[in-house]
């Protein structure tokens, strides 16, 4: 409907626009396993209903989901702002989000 009366975007925008949404994707489900993994519930093994994450899991996730927004949103208002309209499109694709950097043990030599 929107492109019948708008018309299709252009494709930095469209490229853009899909490179945040996979930059956001990767970001989320990793903050999603390391919070599952970093706070527990006890699972009671035999029953499927009614069970929920942590409090704290669900804080984590809703957190990280306002921050990968925030970050895609001036990310992708950054090349209007500049005037170079392939900027979004170039800082998404080339710097996703590497949250195993943050976790993983460090080497001690």
């Known amino acids: 409907m929107l492109v019948w009366r708008i ?8 490229v853009a626009t899909c490179a945040a949404i996979v930059f956001t994707i990767v970001g989320q489900l990793t903050v999603a396993n390391w919070s599952s993994i970093t706070f527990p519930r006890k699972m009671e093994f035999g029953q499927m209903r009614g069970q929920r994450q942590s409090g ?12 990968m927004g925030g970050i895609s949103a001036v990310v992708l208002f950054t090349g209007n702002w ?3 309209l392939w900027l979004p499109a170039e800082a998404l694709l080339f710097s996703p989000p ?7 043990p460090r080497s001690t030599h």
């Open 56 to 67: 704290m899991a669900v804080l984590v996730a809703f957190g990280s989901q306002i921050l």
């Open 82 to 84: 500049t005037g170079n």
């Open 7 to 14: 018309g299709l975007p252009s494709l930095h925008m469209l």
């Open 98 to 104: 590497q949250p195993w950097e943050a976790t993983s």
